[in-house]
């Protein structure tokens, strides 16, 4: 049974973190190692999470030094990953049960070494208002003018994490830019059409900022992949 290094970015999320973390800790496939990669400078939840979680063997608990975001705090916490395969999963998010026991022998019964599924988005109080269907993208093209991989859902194999291959420094659509350069080099994305995560939709989230996504989005074409 390989080894799947779940990857979780935390900032201020103490009301949803133990949910995010029971969901992986829960999941039918065992073998599992969670690495929390603390990006708050105030250090305020650190004891907190060090109290319940240091204890537990499959956790690891990483302190960033400095404030550097999700998308570099993500890159960190797969370098110190040991897993065949990485996933992300943000501190407000939950995974369905079956997660990665059905995601992994869907990637491997269609030799997928990425994949995404689609998932339920939800409110603060758990309440589903929303949801968002997987699909498969073979190319740039496919994705361009809309990107509904839910960073949560995704499983990816490490090796294809490299210096040119990772997220960037981007407050919104880090992500975006690592699918983006996964279909440059010619690896399909295989999306599983099961819910198999919720995510959470916060009102003050950056995810729902209009202007911030805009601005990024320009970087995305613009600066990270020279698109004009």
Partial sequence: MDLVSAIIPYFKKKSFIDQSISSVLNQSYSNIEIIIVYDDEEKSD????RKIYN???????IVNEKNIGAGF???????????KYVCF????????????????????KNNYKISHTSYEIINDKN????????KDFYNVKDI????DIGLSSVILEKGLINEKIQFSNLKTKEDFVLWLKILKSKVTIGGLDENLLLWRKTKNSL????????????????????FN
Wanted: some cysteine; aromatic content about 10%.
């Fill in 127 to 134: 309440e589903i208002i929303g949801n968002r269907k997987a």
């Fill in 55 to 61: 204890s537990n063997k499959k956790i690891k608990i």
């Fill in 144 to 147: 361009l003018t809309s990107c």
């Fill in 207 to 226: 995810s729902s900022s209009t202007f911030q996504k805009l601005f990024d989005g320009f970087r995305v074409y613009k600066v990270y992949m020279g």
């Fill in 89 to 108: 999963i943000d501190s407000d998010d939950i995974w369905k049960k079956e997660k990665i026991e059905n995601q992994l022998n869907y990637m491997k």
């Fill in 73 to 83: 705090s993500r890159n960190r916490g797969i370098h110190e990953s040991k897993g």
């Fill in 46 to 49: 650190l004891e907190y999470l």
